[in-house]
């Protein structure tokens, strides 16, 4: 059980165009999500906290007009990176926290490589 | 901000050999979680920690929660070559935010 899944696994834009990323809780419903961001060789940094039903609560220097952040079910939330650059390449992961398992964990989803050109 | 400092940066061990890693922090934690990535992977969860001074263990894996809080450590034993891949520690800032600090993470090569 706690399986995230991450909807692409990879994409490839066109610099200026927008992109969103699907994050889903398969087996469990989430209250919170977070969003990550990891540069190659480098360690995951939080983005922002996604709470269903409310505005995403974003990191200090992290764009929240750039990363639009959407949590509209237990079960969902989408990150959408608006005209995107080159800069924004990376690798962009989601992690659920479960609301009826009576613990702290966090599940991780598998990722989404995103490449601007 | 609050920031972990994890080491080794990297380490390059022969199979069977035993594996340590620690992070540290100036900051306390509520909560220390253990995962591992392998490339172009989330990570995975391997250990959580709740308690100062906890000791847990998960198979080959054995995790401390330093009594201060403010430290962790990550042992893995008799290592084989699927145990290669980055292993991160994380904080947890508090339990209802939920929000984590990541290390800077290990990268760990088992020579067969």
């Known amino acids: 059980g706690a399986v995230v899944s991450q909807h692409p696994s990879r994409v490839i834009c066109k610099s200026g165009t927008s992109v969103k990323i699907e994050c889903r809780s398969l087996?469990?419903?989430?209250?919170?999500m977070f969003w990550y961001r990891q540069f190659p060789k480098q360690s995951l940094m939080l983005m922002a906290t996604?709470?269903?039903?409310?505005?995403?609560?974003?990191e200090q220097g992290v764009e929240k007009d750039k990363f639009l952040i959407n949590h509209a079910s237990l079960t969902l939330s989408t990150l959408t990176v608006t005209s995107a650059h080159p800069e924004d390449s990376s690798f962009y992961i989601c992690?659920?926290?479960?609301?009826?398992?009576?613990?702290?964990?966090?599940?991780f989803g598998p990722g989404t490589r995103l490449t601007v050109t | 901000g609050q920031q972990l400092n994890q080491s080794p940066q990297s380490m390059f061990i022969q199979e069977g050999e035993d594996v340590s890693m620690n992070c540290t922090s100036s900051?306390?934690?509520?909560?220390w979680l253990w995962y591992k990535q392998d490339p172009g992977e989330g990570p995975v969860l391997l250990i959580a920690?709740?308690?100062?001074?906890e000791l847990t263990s998960n198979g080959r894996l054995t995790a401390q929660f330093g009594i201060t809080r403010k430290d962790s450590f990550l042992n893995i034993s008799a290592s084989i070559p699927s145990d290669v891949g980055i292993y991160f520690c994380?904080?947890?800032?508090?339990?209802?935010?939920?929000?984590?600090?990541f290390g800077q993470g290990t990268t760990l090569q088992v020579k067969p």
């Open positions: 992690s659920a926290r479960a609301i009826d398992r009576g613990s702290y964990e966090q599940y």
């Open positions: 087996d469990f419903q989430a209250t919170t």
């Open positions: 996604s709470n269903e039903g409310s505005k995403a609560t974003y």
């Open positions: 900051s306390i934690f509520n909560t």
């Open positions: 920690l709740y308690k100062a001074g």
């Open positions: 994380a904080g947890q800032l508090g339990r209802n935010t939920g929000k984590l600090i």
